[in-house]
Structures are given as structure tokens and as C-alpha cells.
């Protein structure tokens, strides 16, 4: 007799209205964009979302890694095919259409960096790092990254970010003045939760209409970035230097 065993699903939904807790679980990968969880990401906030009993909802990772990025094999994929998939995933809480409270505890690495900042709140953790790291790789930046770092934390700070690509810890951005929430590691749930709770006074209306007023000229913007990106990133990405930079340097799971 043999017995089937079932992966964990890589996100998880819980509904505690007036929020919804939606959560990044996929250990086994270290929370990477892999094409289970780039389905099932936005699939889970379109559930979340769809409760007539949710008000705010609360986006989470794992304690120690919220996003790490996308995979080796995504990224050694071709440019045009990845991008609509990688677009989807980042975006998937600034599309939602209800506020997300992003509670980055754990480590937020290039494309889960991006996920974080498209949050409509953030709470990030003093201890855990926050890294744009495509420049250590090879390549530029790609879906709105250009746009969201320095419009988010700050123009200064998110440039140097891009340019460096180097792991920043929260209490470095803190102490740059970028502006989001960052706490104490173990109070980031708590914070997040507390911020999402005051949201979710207001009426589920309300909180629609203000996330499409908010999202309309964010998006335009994003999408904008993305236009410009895309060429350059296509094109850095095929290169020889990324490539060898990617296979020798770039973590597997």
C-alpha cells in the first residue's frame, strides 16, 4: 500500500473579518517566486478579497524570509515569457482590490522586495534586510523597481539601493528616514495587525473606493517604469556576465 503525499500549499488564507490573513508558507523553497506560488498568490488575495466580511487584509511571509525573489530557472528563462508572471505576483497587492497591510518579518530579497513596497502599508522588521539586489547579479531592475524604491523610501535612499544592490537591514533605513513602519522583529504581527484593525474602521466601501482612487495613478506610473525597464533588463539578462553571475552566485533551493 503506498500513501500520496501533498505539498503544503505555498500560501495560506485565513479569514478573521473585519482582516483576512494571507500567508507565504513555502518553506521547502524559501518563499521564492516559483509558478505554484505566482498563481497562487493572487488567486489567495482575490479569495480573501471576495469574503463579504473582510475589510483590510494582511499580507505575511515566514518569520525569518517574507519573499525571496524569484528562481534560478526563472530567471535563466526568456525575458518576455517570465515578465506578465513576475507582474502579476508583485503586483498582487496593489491590484487587490481592498487595502493590504504587508508584515515583512523576515528577509525581503529583489522581487519579494518588490511585492512588499506595492503594499498599500508596510511594517518591517529592525533586524531582517531589504536588498533591490539585481545589479549584483548583472542585470537591471524590472517590474517598476525603477519607480517603487525611490517613491516609496525615499528617492535618495531608493537609488542607492538600486545602484549598490546590497542587503540593508530595517534599522539602516530607519535611521535613513525611510518612510514605513519598521519595529522590533518580534512586533512586527502585532504591528501590522494594530495597523490593519484601524483600517478596517472605516466601511468596506469606503476602503474600495479610497484603494482605486490611491491605485489608478500609482499603476499608470508602475507601468510606465515597466515600459522603460523591460528592454534594458531583457537585454542584461541574456548577457554573458549575468549569466555566469546567476549560475555561480545566485542561491538554488
Sequence with gaps: MTTSHHAPPPVVVRLEAPLA??????????????????????????????DPGTRVIVLSG??????????????????????PAGWDFVRAAADCPLPVVAAVQGHAIGGGLLLALYADVMVLSDHSSYSANFLTYGFTPCLGATHLLPTVL??????????????????????????????????????????????AQAPRATLQLLKQQLAVPAREMALAALERELAHHTATLGATEARHRIGTLYPST
Design 21 to 50: 490573513h494571507v500567508s507565504l508558507r513555502d518553506a521547502a523553497h524559501g518563499n521564492r517566486i516559483t509558478p505554484a506560488a505566482r498563481t497562487a498568490l493572487p488567486a489567495a488575495l482575490a479569495e480573501a478579497a471576495a
Design 62 to 83: 515566514l518569520s525569518g524570509i517574507f519573499c525571496s525573489g524569484g528562481t534560478r530557472e526563472d530567471l535563466t528563462a526568456d525575458g518576455e515569457a517570465r515578465t
Design 154 to 199: 525615499g528617492q535618495a535612499l531608493g537609488t542607492e539601493m538600486l545602484y549598490t544592490g546590497r542587503p540593508y537591514r530595517g534599522r539602516e533605513l530607519a535611521a535613513r528616514g525611510a518612510a514605513v513602519n519598521i519595529v522590533a522583529h518580534d512586533k512586527v504581527p502585532s504591528r501590522a495587525d494594530a495597523v490593519a484593525a484601524r483600517i
